[in-house]
């Protein structure tokens, strides 16, 4: 058997050529098999056994595996949103408010947004719980599915005014509190939950609006006997207040005449009476008497 031997002229040429194909051979190898997978930031990665069954979670970072014996997954650590609403802008799936009963079986549309994540303890039961499925399908089937049951079986509990407007608060917190629970069976936690808007079927809104018309001018009608009331009281409170003061003015004035009438003695009456008479008495005189005495003043003479 003959080895054919490239000339001492060709050898470099031969063996670089054969150390190309070797790489681009690895390089093909490496993408096909793909013995490695990237967990990024903010998540936690689950590396499944195929042959054992052993589940194994790693942190952000290359997380190796082999091909055709083990799987890698990753499932969020940090934050992720869930939103349920109306405006196509906003909502995952275009137009997606929740269709809420209430317990007069009137229906009406909500939105709802939801945060929640998994940690690196949990990640393994979010494997286990969905068979290695990715979050997109997760979230697209049991995560919208548990938030749709959920706030529809709290929601069929309360009145529609309760819903939007009394108990808005309790329905968020009761929804919240529940889907906590379903989420924890698999692995997630839910960290909150938020009410949006609620979007009322135009019948109904007539009739809200017209409830509110009538509520706001039953509480303007209280509202104005409420201030006639007190304006009333304020004329009685100052009609008493003046005939008060009349009172204690008159009271005064008596008992200054009181105290000045005590204080005057006939004398000084006398003194005063003389103190502005003329000089001239008056030619006709009554039974009353003089204001001089003047049988005591001719004594005086005498």
């Given at each position: 058997m003959e080895i054919n031997?490239?000339?001492?002229?060709?050898?470099?040429p031969w063996f670089g050529a054969r150390?190309?194909?070797l790489f681009i051979t690895a390089v093909l190898l490496v993408v096909f098999f793909r013995p490695f997978s990237i967990i990024s930031?903010?998540?936690?990665?689950?590396?499944?056994?195929?042959?054992?069954?052993?589940?194994?979670?790693v942190g952000q970072g290359m997380a190796f595996r082999i091909p055709f014996i083990t799987q890698v997954q990753s499932y969020p650590t940090s934050l992720r949103t869930y939103t349920l609403v109306m405006r196509?802008?906003?909502?995952?799936?275009?137009?997606?408010s929740i269709d809420l009963p209430t317990r007069e079986g009137q229906h009406i549309?909500?939105?709802?947004?939801?945060?929640?994540?998994?940690?690196?303890?949990?990640?393994?039961?979010?494997?286990?719980?969905?068979?290695?499925?990715?979050?997109?399908?997760?979230?697209?089937?049991?995560?919208?599915?548990?938030?749709?049951?959920?706030?529809?079986?709290?929601?069929?509990?309360?009145?529609l005014s309760e819903i939007i407007s009394d108990k808005r608060g309790e329905l968020q917190e009761s929804i919240q509190k529940s889907l906590?629970?379903?989420?924890?069976?698999?692995?997630?936690?839910?960290?909150?939950?938020?009410?949006?808007?609620?979007?009322?079927?135009?019948?109904i809104e007539a009739q809200m609006q017209q409830k509110m018309g009538a509520q706001q001018q039953a509480q303007q009608a209280v509202y104005e006997l409420q201030k006639q009331e007190t304006l009333a009281k304020a004329t009685?409170?100052?009609?008493?207040?003046?005939?008060?003061?009349?009172?204690?003015?008159?009271?005064?004035?008596?008992?200054?005449?009181?105290?000045?009438?005590?204080s005057m003695s006939a004398t000084l009456v006398q003194y005063k009476s003389v103190d502005k008479w003329n000089g001239v008495l008056p030619e006709v005189t009554g039974a009353s008497t003089p204001f001089i005495d003047l049988r005591a003043k001719g004594k005086e003479e005498k």
């Open positions: 031997m490239p000339k001492s002229g060709s050898w470099v150390v190309v194909i930031p903010g998540n936690a990665g689950v590396i499944f056994n195929m042959w054992t069954g052993q589940l194994r979670t196509e802008s906003e909502g995952t799936n275009g137009d997606d549309k909500q939105d709802l947004s939801t945060t929640y994540n998994t940690s690196e303890a949990k990640a393994a039961l979010v494997f286990k719980s969905f068979r290695g499925a990715d979050i997109e399908d997760i979230e697209s089937t049991f995560v919208r599915r548990t938030i749709i049951t959920v706030a529809q079986n709290v929601a069929g509990t309360m009145s906590s629970v379903e989420l924890d069976k698999m692995g997630f936690n839910l960290d909150k939950v938020n009410l949006g808007a609620s979007h009322l079927p135009p019948a009685v409170a100052k009609a008493r207040g003046e005939a008060d003061s009349v009172l204690i003015k008159a009271k005064a004035e008596s008992e200054g005449n009181r105290l000045l009438q005590q």
